[in-house]
């Protein structure tokens, strides 16, 4: 029977989940067909691994505890498991990698992908470590002369990127869903096939991973809303982006400087809903949320929902049954969201 593609499994891939824990032997007779590992001292041996490991077709999850070793990747194993890029995270430990003489430092913290066609050799302390095993299908990687085995600080955008994607993954795993959204699958993907050539990635993995780098960058406008140091600058300082490839990505929500605004308006709004009849509340939340005067706060508010923000709570006075809204707001929210067609 043809194995399914990710994109053929419809709105949820089923997760396999398996859990292993014992003596470290256990654990260096399960990983025979991938590599040889000896534990660095002989009282190793004796102590115990842990592993919360998940199989998301087409990719493979490991989390991994076990101690010092030292892991060989031979030539037999290239023929066993070499297919394969070996995305990994150190959370506690590191590795020292050699692989056809290209020496490898992989970092706590450090995104490593190590093409399994190659035979290596790997000295690593205790760690706990997260991997992900892509086939080089997966991503439309074919292995070449030149030794490739890079590696991402976490403070680099490719590396925020493929980090904040694991992460993601692994909390939505551990969570123990059963199905996981093909485009949360795809990111990861398009995102370690723009790491492993930048110049050759397809179109469709950079559009995923430009998916993935706006994500970020919403993530990190959300934490920072009430931040006044909070700007377009900041942005591209810290994603390395150009001005205009970030003009680009939020040309659906008219800019970023539109989104942040819009953001920190509903940010507002939310806050104000917790106690909308206190006096002086209006002007408390408008100068949290950045906005320069309690005027500029209530014309943006009454542009976005039709009313001034003294309207947005009250009761209305009468409305269509069979819809009894609490609030003026609260109806403007249904509306919005129902058909234009069932919309009175």
């Known amino acids: 029977m043809k194995p399914h593609s990710y994109s053929e499994l419809g709105p949820g891939i089923p997760v396999i989940q398996d859990i292993q824990h014992g003596k470290i032997d256990l ?47 031979s030539r037999w194993h290239v023929e066993e498991s070499g297919g394969q890029i070996h995305v990994h995270r150190y959370r506690h430990g590191r590795a020292s990698v050699e692989t056809a003489g290209l020496p490898v430092e992989c970092e706590t913290g450090a995104i490593t992908l190590l093409d399994y066609s190659r ?8 760690n706990n470590c997260e991997s992900f095993f892509v086939p080089h299908q997966a991503i439309n990687y074919e292995p070449s002369d030149t030794l490739h085995a890079p ?10 990127l493929i980090g904040r994607e694991m992460d993601h993954l692994l909390n939505i795993l551990r969570a123990g869903a059963l199905t996981i959204a093909p485009a949360d699958i795809q990111r990861f993907l398009g995102c370690v096939e723009v790491a492993m050539a930048p110049s050759q ?5 950079r559009i995923r991973a430009r998916n993935s780098l706006k994500i970020a960058i919403q993530e990190f406008i959300e934490a920072r809303l009430d931040t006044p140091t909070l700007n377009v600058s900041l942005i591209l300082q810290s994603f390395g982006v150009s001005r205009a490839s970030l003009y680009r990505m ?7 400087r539109n989104y942040i605004s819009r953001r920190r308006l509903y940010r507002a709004v939310t806050e104000l809903a917790e106690a909308p009849r206190v006096r002086g509340k209006v002007h408390e939340v408008s100068q949290r949320w950045g906005f320069s005067t309690d005027s500029n706060f209530n014309r943006m508010v009454k542009r976005e929902f039709g009313v001034p923000p003294g309207a947005l709570f009250q009761m209305p006075l009468s409305t269509p049954k069979p819809y009894q809204y609490v ?13 234009p067609e069932l919309v009175a």
């Open 250 to 256: 939020f040309d659906m929500e008219d800019g970023v």
């Open 119 to 126: 035979p290596f050799t790997s000295l690593h302390t205790e």
């Open 151 to 160: 590696v991402y600080s976490q403070d680099s955008t490719i590396g925020r």
């Open 27 to 73: 654990w260096m007779d399960a990983c025979t067909s991938i590599f040889g590992l000896s534990p660095i001292e002989k009282a190793d041996a004796n102590k115990d691994y842990s592993v919360l490991a998940w199989h998301v077709h087409p990719v493979s999850i490991i989390n991994s505890q076990y101690h010092g070793m030292v892991t060989r990747h």
């Open 327 to 339: 609030s003026r707001v609260h109806e403007l929210m249904d509306r919005t969201a129902r058909r």
């Open 201 to 205: 990635a397809s179109e469709s993995a």
